[in-house]
C-alpha cells in the first residue's frame, strides 16, 4: 500500500508547482489510500487533517479522475481517494480586463473561458446550488459562498430573465437564478 510520506518525497522531488502531466501516465492501480477530500475543501489522511499547504498543493497536482472516480497518480502508481463533492474551492478572483480569474484553495489560478466554463449545478453533497468552476482535466472547483456573493454583485442580469450573466475569455456564462435560490 502507499505510504503518505513516501510519495510525498517522490514528488518534491519533481521540483516545480505546476500540475503534473498525470493525463500522460498510465501506472497498475494499486488500490486506495484512505484519504478524503471533504466537501469544505479540507483533505484528511487516515482520519488526520492535513494542515500543511504545501503538502496539499503537491498532492493536488498529481489528483486525477478517472472514469472510476478520483486517484492519486504517479509514474509507478495510482491510488483511489473519496472526494466528497468536487476536490477544489474557488476561494476568490480578480477581473483583469475583461477576464475573470479565480484562485482555488490549493493555489490555482483559471481564466473563465470556453476551456474552463462556470456554470450553476445542484450538488446533492452540500444539498444546493452552487457555481462551479472546470480546473484541469476533470477537476472542478465549487465557487465558496463569500466569493460567489461578492461576484453575483458584479455581475449584470439578463433583460430576458434575473439569470445573472460573467464574460470572460470572449465567452458568456449564464448562471440562471432559479439554481441559485
Request: with cysteine; hydrophobic share 40%; net charge negative.
Amino acid at each position: 500500500m502507499t505510504d503518505l510520506f513516501q510519495l510525498a518525497n517522490q514528488l518534491s522531488e519533481a521540483g516545480g508547482d505546476a500540475p503534473l502531466p498525470v493525463d500522460q501516465w498510465h501506472p497498475s492501480h494499486c488500490g486506495s489510500m484512505d484519504m478524503v477530500i471533504r466537501a469544505d475543501g479540507t483533505w484528511w489522511h487516515e482520519g488526520v487533517r492535513i494542515t500543511r499547504a504545501p503538502l496539499v498543493r503537491l498532492f493536488s497536482r498529481i489528483l486525477r479522475k478517472d472514469d472510476d472516480g478520483y486517484v492519486l497518480v504517479t509514474p509507478a502508481e495510482k491510488v483511489s481517494i473519496i472526494v466528497e463533492d468536487v476536490p477544489f474551492l474557488a476561494v476568490d478572483f480578480d477581473i483583469i480586463g475583461t477576464d475573470w480569474h479565480f484562485r482555488t484553495n490549493v493555489g490555482d489560478i483559471v481564466r473563465i473561458d470556453d476551456t474552463h466554463p462556470i456554470e450553476m449545478r445542484r450538488s446533492e453533497t452540500i444539498d444546493q446550488y452552487a457555481p462551479y468552476i472546470r480546473v484541469r482535466g476533470g477537476l472542478d472547483a465549487r465557487l465558496e459562498r463569500s466569493a460567489y456573493y461578492r461576484m453575483a454583485a458584479q455581475l449584470e442580469t439578463s433583460d430576458a430573465s434575473d439569470d445573472l450573466l460573467l464574460y470572460s475569455g470572449g465567452a458568456v456564462f449564464t448562471l440562471q437564478a432559479e439554481a441559485a435560490s
